[in-house]
């Protein structure tokens, strides 16, 4: 089974529109399946940030064992990335942007902070994901070649979890040198800790919806960034006979 998972109904419109899928009782309201190239498949609406994302995933996951999570929808680029509305990211860390403190000396991450973490018990927290994995490589290569993305610019790189979207230039610019990312969202780096802990891959593709570090409307675009992420997707679903006997070869 592959499971994509998307924060909002309106980030799934599309794949709703194409695929033929009916409700699904594990999580009621909220997911959706349907048998698609000799592969089950099933869509999980996580809702909205960090908690609402980790539950619903966490509460499917106690239910089922996927062979892969793939997470998508929109997300807001980072200055240095060059991507614009439009464009796709595709991840290859999750990092928890503004888990931490506010000192007088600026935002101090969690993992900076001296926490003590015992080696012998369970970590306390984590700060970051890693991502890559034969899968991510794999998709990256096959999105770089589909005929209907010939025209977005795709790249990879270090997406950042936020509580707090960066709606001002000051918070963006932080959060980009702190972490080095690419593309803002609310969701990833938290389906990524539940993954890791139920020890399944994890690759997270996202449409850009807006730039970081403002909140004018005029810089931006919800309906191209859902647009490009669906139609990755749904890309990604149509060769999966050959993304599975590639790596399964």
């Given amino acids: 089974m592959i499971c994509l998972l998307a924060a909002t109904p309106h980030e799934t419109k599309l794949l709703r529109q194409q695929l033929p899928l009916v409700p699904d009782p594990r999580v009621p309201g909220q997911s959706f399946s349907c048998h698609l190239c000799n592969e089950d498949i ?3 609406h996580t809702g ?3 908690a609402s ?9 106690g239910q089922l064992t996927p062979q892969l999570l793939i997470a998508f929808g929109c997300g807001g680029s980072y200055v240095a990335s060059g991507l ?5 990211a595709l991840a290859t860390s999750e990092y928890f942007g503004d888990l931490g403190s506010a000192t007088k000396e600026g935002f101090v991450p969690l993992s900076e902070l001296g926490i003590a ?3 012998d018990a369970p970590p306390l927290f984590a700060q970051q994901f890693d991502l890559q994995s034969v899968w991510q490589s794999e998709i990256a290569r096959l999105l770089e070649t589909a005929p209907e993305l010939s025209a977005v610019t795709i790249a990879g790189g270090p997406f950042v ?3 707090t979207v ?3 230039r000051e918070l963006s610019l932080g959060l980009e040198l702190r972490t080095g990312g690419i593309c803002e969202n609310m969701e990833g780096a938290a389906l990524a800790q539940v993954a890791e802990s139920y020890a399944l891959p994890l690759v997270e593709l996202r449409g850009i919806s807006n730039p970081c570090g403002t909140r004018d409307p005029a810089d931006w675009d919800l309906p191209a960034g859902m647009k490009v992420a669906q139609q990755a997707v749904l890309r990604l679903l149509r060769d999966l006979p050959s993304l599975r006997a590639t790596l399964c070869a």
């Fill in 48 to 50: 909205i940030g960090i």
């Fill in 84 to 88: 614009v509305n439009g464009d796709l």
């Fill in 166 to 168: 960066s709606g001002t």
């Fill in 117 to 119: 973490q015992a080696g």
């Fill in 42 to 44: 099933l869509l999980l």
């Fill in 53 to 61: 994302a980790a539950a619903s995933l966490a509460r499917l996951l």
């Fill in 161 to 163: 979890t936020v509580n």
